[in-house]
Nanobody, 121 residues
Framework: QVQLLESDPGLVKPSQTLSLTCTVS??????????WTWIRRPHGKGLEWMGV???????HYSPSLESRISISRDMANNRLLLQLSSVTPEDTAVYYC?????????????WGQGTQVTVSS
C-alpha cells in the first residue's frame, strides 16, 4: 500500500517561499499508474485543490495559484515537491500530499497525514 509523508516546514514568514516535500513509499512517482496532487485546508474552511502532476508528467495548477506555485517530482528520492512563492497569512493551512491510482478497476486515493503550515511574521 502506498504511504505518503509530508515534511514539516516550520514557521514561514510573509513574502518567503514555502517548500514542502512528500516522501513516497510503496509506490513510484515514475510511471503512469498514479497522479500526484497537493491539497490544502485552511482552518475552518474546505479542501482546496492546488495542483497535480499527471500520469504523463505534465503539471496543472489551480488558476488562483498558478502565478506562485510549482509542483515537481524528485525522481532520485521518490518524492513529490511543492513550492509556493510570495506567501501571505492567507496561505496558512494544513497541506496534504495525495495520490490517486489510475489503472485497474479500483481507483483508491492515498493521503498523507498533513502538515501544518503557518505564515506569520
Amino acid at each position: 500500500q502506498v504511504q505518503l509523508l509530508e515534511s514539516d516546514p516550520g514557521l514561514v514568514k510573509p513574502s518567503q517561499t514555502l517548500s514542502l516535500t512528500c516522501t513516497v513509499s510503496g509506490g513510484s512517482i515514475i510511471g503512469r499508474d498514479f497522479a500526484w496532487t497537493w491539497i490544502r485546508r485552511p482552518h475552518g474552511k474546505g479542501l482546496e485543490w492546488m495542483g497535480v502532476v499527471a500520469s504523463d508528467g505534465s503539471t496543472h495548477y489551480s488558476p488562483s495559484l498558478e502565478s506562485r506555485i510549482s509542483i515537481s517530482r524528485d525522481m532520485a528520492n521518490n518524492r513529490l515537491l511543492l513550492q509556493l512563492s510570495s506567501v501571505t497569512p492567507e496561505d496558512t493551512a494544513v497541506y496534504y500530499c495525495v495520490t490517486a491510482k489510475l489503472n485497474g478497476l479500483a481507483h483508491p486515493e492515498y493521503w498523507g497525514q498533513g502538515t501544518q503550515v503557518t505564515v506569520s511574521s
